[in-house]
């Protein structure tokens, strides 16, 4: 599996961004999605995940509302609509693949496929 994180960019506070993570290489709509991302200084952290039908979605606090994670299995896509950008969701955000469907969504550890990373700049 290759994942291709695109769309990250430097934006303004209340701004919108969309990111897309392109798949290739194995059956992208039998497997969990994840956005996670890492500030400067920070570990990384996760965002948001989907489940391979689109049915269930999972957010961490800081972005509900403001967030959504969507996924297009024709095209092997999966994407993060970011809304009203606060300086604080600055950082690398990085796509991933659980291809085996572990019960711990929110963790990194299951997430066997990660995209090379896309930065997001949110300026005050």
């Known amino acids: 599996v290759q994942l291709q994180a695109s769309g990250g960019g430097v934006v303004q506070t209340g701004d919108s961004l969309r990111l897309s993570c392109a798949a290739s290489?194995?059956?992208?709509?039998?497997?969990?999605m994840a956005w996670f991302r890492q500030a400067p200084g920070k570990e990384r952290e996760f965002v948001a995940a989907?489940?391979?039908?689109?049915?269930?979605?999972y957010y961490t606090d800081s972005v509900k509302g403001r967030f959504t994670i969507s996924r297009d299995n024709a095209k092997s896509t999966v994407y993060l609509q970011m809304n009203s950008l606060k300086p604080e969701d600055t950082a690398v955000y990085y796509c991933?693949?659980?291809?085996?469907?572990?019960?711990?969504?929110?963790?990194?550890?299951?997430?066997?496929?990660w995209g090379q990373g896309t930065l997001v700049t949110v300026s005050s």
């Open positions: 290489g194995r059956t992208f709509s039998s497997y969990r």
């Open positions: 989907i489940s391979w039908s689109g049915d269930s979605t």
């Open positions: 991933a693949a659980d291809v085996n469907y572990s019960d711990y969504v929110r963790s990194e550890i299951p997430y066997d496929y």
